[in-house]
Nanobody
Framework: QVQLEESGGGLVQPGGSLRLSCAAS????????MAWYRQAPGKQRELVAR???????NYADAVKDRFIISRDNAKNTVNLQMNSVKPEDTAVYYC????????????????WGQGTQVTVSL
């Protein structure tokens, strides 16, 4: 089994910063990509940012130039630095990892964290 543990959510004022962290553990052969998604009330879950094992990153247009995703391949962790946050960033943020499990080695699949609430408000 593969587990993703998130931390760092909370309440932040508009224009402020917040850092989310996620650590993957368990039967991991390799992690192909790690990402952050978010889901606001009444809306579909959407990709925020993704980091591949090769270091390539991509961002949703709504967070470009404000959020930074960083990944530590050796530690199986991914962080999301959220800067200049806006009320519309309010959502539950989910860590995602596309993992090839080990013991035995199997085809890669998506794994999800439990989600962490981020609220941007005065």
């Amino acid at each position: 089994q593969v587990q993703l543990e998130e931390s760092g959510g909370g309440l932040v004022q508009p224009g402020g910063s917040l850092r989310l962290s996620c650590a993957a553990s368990g039967s991991i052969f390799s992690i192909i990509a790690m990402a952050w998604y978010r889901q606001a009330p009444g809306k579909q879950r959407e990709l925020v940012a993704r980091a591949g094992v090769d270091g390539r990153t991509n961002y949703a247009d709504a967070v470009k130039d404000r959020f930074i995703i960083s990944r530590d391949n050796a530690k199986n962790t991914v962080n999301l630095q959220m800067n200049s946050v806006k009320p519309e960033d309010t959502a539950v943020y989910y860590c995602n990892a596309f993992v090839r499990p080990s013991a035995p080695i199997r085809p890669p699949r998506d794994y999800w964290g439990q989600g962490t609430q981020v609220t941007v408000s005065l």
